[in-house]
Structures are given as structure tokens and as C-alpha cells.
């Protein structure tokens, strides 16, 4: 069963760092484009972070709000995708989902959001 599960999130104050982690099962996650999405309360979901697959050299793509403060990265032993978020700001507050579809290799359908293999979701909270 192809599967994501993502996991990290928490309370941090402005400023503060996390590190979110998105598992893969059922299939080898360096083989494919995984991305990060985020959807704020009253919001709607919003690509964050992508990375490509080994075939494309894990090229990083980052919105442009995040650019500096955000780092996406793979540990293919463990079948995972990680995005450390660091200098964090109450706009970041959000349900963090990662994302993908064997389709995709590289980050350009995967930032689009129409794909078949969304996790549940993890919460972030920045706030004083």
C-alpha cells in the first residue's frame, strides 16, 4: 500500500525551529518528486517546498516566502523526505501535508497539487 505519513509539527514560539518528516511506504520515495504543501485555517492549500528524485538530481524548489528559512532534504535509507523550517513566523501556522504521484519525477507537476498520494496532514503553530 503506497503511503505517507508525515509527522513533527508542534507549538513553537516566532522565531523557533522545526523539523517535519514525511515517511514513505510501499514504495521507494527517491524514485519520485515529493513535495510539501500547507493549508492555513480559512485558507486553501498551498505548495511549500519540492524536491526531485535521484533521476534529477534532487533539485530543491522553494515558494519564495519561505525561501532562506526553509531546507527540504531526503534520507533514502529511511525512505523519508524532511522540510527543517527555521526562523518560523505566525504565517507559517498551517496543516503541513506531504504529497506525491508516480507521475512525477521532477517538481513540476508535483507543485502543481493535483496528485494521487496526500499524508494526513501535521499541524504548526507559531504563536507568542
Known amino acids: 500500500q503506497v503511503q505517507l505519513v508525515e509527522s513533527g509539527g508542534g507549538v513553537v514560539h516566532p522565531g523557533g525551529s522545526l523539523r517535519l518528516s514525511c515517511t514513505a511506504s510501499g514504495f521507494t520515495a527517491d524514485d519520485y518528486a515529493i513535495g510539501w504543501f500547507r493549508q492555513a485555517p480559512g485558507k486553501e492549500r498551498d505548495w511549500v517546498s519540492c524536491i526531485g528524485s535521484k533521476s534529477v538530481h534532487h533539485s530543491p524548489y522553494y515558494r519564495d516566502s519561505v525561501k532562506g528559512r526553509f531546507t527540504i532534504s531526503r534520507n533514502n535509507a529511511e525512505n523519508k523526505v524532511f522540510l527543517e523550517m527555521s526562523n518560523l513566523k505566525p504565517e507559517d501556522t498551517a496543516v503541513y501535508y506531504c504529497?506525491?504521484?508516480?507521475?512525477?519525477?521532477?517538481?513540476?507537476?508535483?507543485?502543481?497539487?493535483?496528485?494521487?498520494?496526500w499524508g494526513q496532514g501535521t499541524l504548526v503553530t507559531v504563536s507568542s
Open positions: 504529497a506525491t504521484d508516480i507521475a512525477y519525477v521532477d517538481c513540476t507537476g508535483v507543485i502543481t497539487g493535483i496528485l494521487d498520494v
